[in-house]
């Protein structure tokens, strides 16, 4: 929404952004965001839209304004359209830029800030993370790891195996640093769970 804000407002003013880095503290809680202003408008796609989230199958997808009146959810056919929730609109684009922060973690490095530890978390843990998730393949937003284990009926898998499990379906996937016990995925959440149910086969 912020980010959205900012997209929003440049554009009115003839400029685009990009967010150089993105991170949320739950303390508070607070949303930072580093953004760079370009000149000029934004060609290709936009990263203006919506997020819709169906209760019914627990998939989230990503939507422009020219599709607003499209929207549904592979499982509509079965349920009842109330079950899809639209949000926005918001920035739907990348919420970090690579470079960008494997620069900063670099210099981290470089200056002995890298193991300086917050809220549990060392700093280069946390960019680390951070880079996972500016892969450009990730859709926004993340899945809860319990949302995965109640639909697919099993306790939840342990993180770290989910992760290199739907890697290893060629899926892109990594910890989110906005939530503990969450992934960021673009593994249907279909295929989602039965990867958590194979994981719990195997143990
Ligand atoms: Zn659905």
Redesign the pocket.
């Known amino acids: 929404m912020l980010i959205g804000g900012a997209a929003r407002e440049a554009a009115i003013l003839g400029f685009h952004i990009t967010p150089l880095f993105s991170y949320y503290a739950y303390h508070g809680p607070i949303f930072r965001v580093m953004v760079q202003l370009h000149n000029g408008k934004q060609d290709g796609i936009s990263n203006y839209g919506f997020i819709c989230h169906?209760k019914?199958?627990?998939?989230s997808r990503t939507f422009g304004f020219d599709e607003l009146g499209q929207i549904t959810?592979?499982?509509?056919d079965k349920?009842d359209p109330d079950?899809?929730t639209v949000v926005g609109p918001l920035w739907t684009g990348p919420l970090h830029d690579t470079t960008f922060l494997t620069e900063m973690l670099s210099l981290a490095t470089e200056w002995g800030w890298a193991n300086t530890i917050e809220n549990g978390v060392s700093l280069e843990k946390l960019l680390d993370t951070m880079i996972e998730e500016s892969d450009s393949r990730l859709p926004p937003g993340y899945i809860r790891l319990d949302e995965i284990a109640s639909r697919a009926k099993v306790n939840s898998p342990p993180l770290g195996t989910l992760i290199n499990s739907l890697r290893k379906e060629g899926y892109a996937a990594c910890r989110s640093h906005i939530g503990a016990n969450a992934i960021k995925t673009n593994c249907p959440i279909e295929c989602c769970l039965d990867v958590a149910q194979e994981i719990r086969n195997l143990r």
């Open positions: 169906c019914s199958c627990g998939q959810c592979g499982c509509a349920i079950s899809i």
